[in-house]
């Protein structure tokens, strides 16, 4: 049980080491914006324009096993909820970590572990 954001990938169906060796696998990898964000641009629409994936397991029991994906752009085995803001052409990512304060705007929690934005441009606009 973890929680796992990966680069911007197109047919990846292989085993792991190919997100590695194999350069039309990832698409688009995460950059940080001026605010120290990880922030990833998506120009494309429909078939093959690429997905992100987001294994998000850890509520309950932290996992064991290796983070070490190479398709993956941040991995976290603390326990937490992931939270998704989805607004025009913007998808805003957090995970929220288990550490509990009642002051807090996001249902209690005000550890974030993990912070990402998904902006599409180009072709992508509005669709």
Do not use: Q
């Not at 696998?25 to 940080?32: E, F, G, L, Q």
């Amino acid at each position: 049980h973890s929680y796992e954001r990966s680069h911007l990938l197109n047919g990846h169906f292989g085993p792991s080491h190919e997100a590695a060796t194999n350069p039309s696998v990832i698409k688009s990898r995460w950059a940080k914006d001026t605010e120290g964000v990880d922030t990833l641009l998506k120009s494309e629409c429909g078939p093959n324009s690429g997905t992100v994936y987001i294994v998000t397991g850890g509520g309950a029991i932290r996992g064991g096993g290796s983070l070490d994906h190479p398709a993956m752009a941040f991995s976290h085995k603390n326990r937490g909820s992931s939270l998704l803001e989805f607004d025009d052409n913007e998808l805003r990512i957090w995970l929220l970590g288990e550490h509990r304060d009642d002051k807090d705007d996001y249902a209690g929690y005000n550890n974030i572990l993990d912070e990402a934005v998904i902006k599409k441009t180009g072709g992508c606009i509005n669709s």
